[in-house]
């Protein structure tokens, strides 16, 4: 397998979490990828974003939620995607809301490189307010973090962390108590420690 790869992608890193967490990140191969250069993305993911996964026989899949699903297809061991009931609209309902807080951050940051003049304060500042009620909810259904790792873990994990590789000055956990103490020990998983955020 060969999976288009950013290496300072929350998207991709939540793939590679999931990788490491299901025994499977030795089976792929990472094919560095810049999405704002003239490359051949396209091929493999006609909307030019990471990450997608070209399989062994040729069929892609994209983007970070069904190819993380597709890996845990193929884990043998506890599945990271709940089959069915509570547990599994819990977990998706986790994945789609850090999803979410990566999205709005995403925008955020990409408003703010743009050249003094063009730049609209206003949308910026709506993209950080959507990041910040998302870890509120979060921060207030921190009970629901308990248990064994799922999609939903991991999705917030990486959204956490790539917040803080972002914006941190920000400090976003600062008042959120139950989150941070949450993410301090979900981060130091050897999973998410192999795939820390860089430029």
Request: proline share 6%.
């Amino acid at each position: 397998m060969k999976l288009r790869f950013s290496a300072a992608s929350p998207y991709v890193r939540k793939v590679m979490v999931t990788a490491h967490e299901i025994g499977l990140a030795d089976k792929i191969e990472k094919v560095t990828t810049d999405v704002w250069a003239s490359t051949d993305v396209t091929a493999d993911n006609p909307l030019g974003k990471v990450p997608a996964l070209v399989l062994d026989g040729g069929e892609v899949l994209f983007d970070s939620p069904v190819i993380c699903e597709y890996l845990d297809s193929l884990n043998t061991g506890a599945r990271l995607f709940p089959p069915s009931g509570g547990a599994r609209w819990r977990a998706l309902r986790q994945q789609a809301l850090a999803d979410g807080i990566m999205d709005a951050g995403i925008l955020a940051r990409l408003e703010n490189n743009r050249k003094d003049g063009e730049k609209s304060p206003g949308w910026i500042q709506r993209q950080k307010t959507a990041v910040a009620r998302g870890l509120d909810a979060f921060e207030q259904a921190a009970a629901e973090l308990d248990g064994p790792i799922t999609i939903g873990h991991i999705a917030l994990g990486c959204a956490i962390g790539w917040v803080n590789f972002r914006f941190a000055d920000d400090r976003v956990l600062d008042k959120r108590p139950a989150l941070a103490q949450w993410y301090a020990k979900f981060s130091a998983r050897p999973s998410m420690t192999a795939t820390e955020p860089r430029t």
